[in-house]
Nanobody, 125 residues
């Protein structure tokens, strides 16, 4: 069973950057699609971006397009989320998820098979 662990969250000022990592253990997810989601207090979990198994196809929510970049290093079993030009509205718990379908760019949380516990990102104004 694949286990995912996010890291890299923290408190930053608006305009700054953070890089989140999602490390897989208990198995490889090199053949899986991977997505990032976020959930702010009182709101539903929201799709952020996704990448297919070899990162040659990605998809971003409009709210982060041009500011966030998803990438992966399959040799390290790790997916990254580079977040630039952060805004206070980016404040949320960020989750990574993997789907056994390698070409997946799913936007619906229910289509993912494995989830991490999340990492908090707080952006101050």
């Amino acid at each position: 069973q694949v286990q995912l662990v996010e890291s890299g969250g923290g408190l930053v000022q608006a305009g700054n950057s953070l890089r989140l990592s999602c490390a897989a253990s208990g198995g490889t997810f090199s053949g899986y699609g991977v997505g990032w989601f976020r959930q702010a207090p009182g709101k539903e979990r929201e799709f952020v971006c996704a990448t297919n198994w070899n990162n040659d196809n990605t998809y971003y929510a409009d709210s982060v397009k041009g500011r966030f970049t998803i990438s992966r290093d399959n040799a390290k079993n790790t997916v990254y989320l580079q977040m630039n030009s952060l805004k206070p509205e980016d404040t949320a718990v960020y989750y990574c998820a993997s789907a056994r379908y390698g070409s997946a760019l799913f936007q619906k949380p229910s289509l993912y098979d494995y989830w991490g516990a999340g990492t908090q990102v707080t952006v101050s104004s």
